[in-house]
C-alpha cells in the first residue's frame, strides 16, 4: 500500500484495521475502532483524529470517490446505513471522547 503523505495516520488507520478481512471474524465497524483507540497512544487517537477531519474537510464533495483516489485501496470500511462521510464524523467523534476516557 502507498502512503499518502497528507493523511498517513488515516491511511495506515483504514489499511491496518479494515483491510480485506476484516470481518472474517465478525467484528463490526465499532468494534474495529475500539480496538484502535485501546492499542493506540492518546496522541496517535488524536493524530488520526486530525487526519479524518482535515481529511473530511478537504473532500467533503466525494469522501468514497476521494478515499479510493487518495488511497488506492483495495477494501474500505463498509459503514452501517450511514454515508462513508458521516461515518468518519462518527469515528473522529469517539476519537474525541476517547480522550477524556484515558
Known amino acids: 500500500m502507498r502512503y499518502s503523505r497528507q493523511f498517513l495516520r488515516f491511511e495506515r488507520f483504514i489499511g491496518e484495521y479494515f483491510h480485506q478481512d476484516c470481518y472474517a471474524n465478525g467484528d463490526t465497524n465499532d468494534e474495529i475502532v475500539e480496538e484502535f483507540i ?5 496522541y496517535q487517537c488524536l493524530g488520526l483524529r486530525a487526519d479524518i477531519e482535515r481529511f473530511l474537510h478537504e473532500n467533503a464533495n466525494d469522501v468514497l470517490d476521494a478515499l479510493n483516489r487518495e488511497f488506492y485501496l483495495g477494501a474500505h470500511p463498509q459503514p452501517d446505513n450511514l454515508s462513508m462521510a458521516n461515518w468518519l464524523r462518527a469515528v473522529a467523534s469517539r476519537l474525541r471522547e476517547s480522550d477524556s476516557d484515558k
Do not use: K, V
Open 38 to 42: 485501546r492499542s493506540n497512544w492518546p
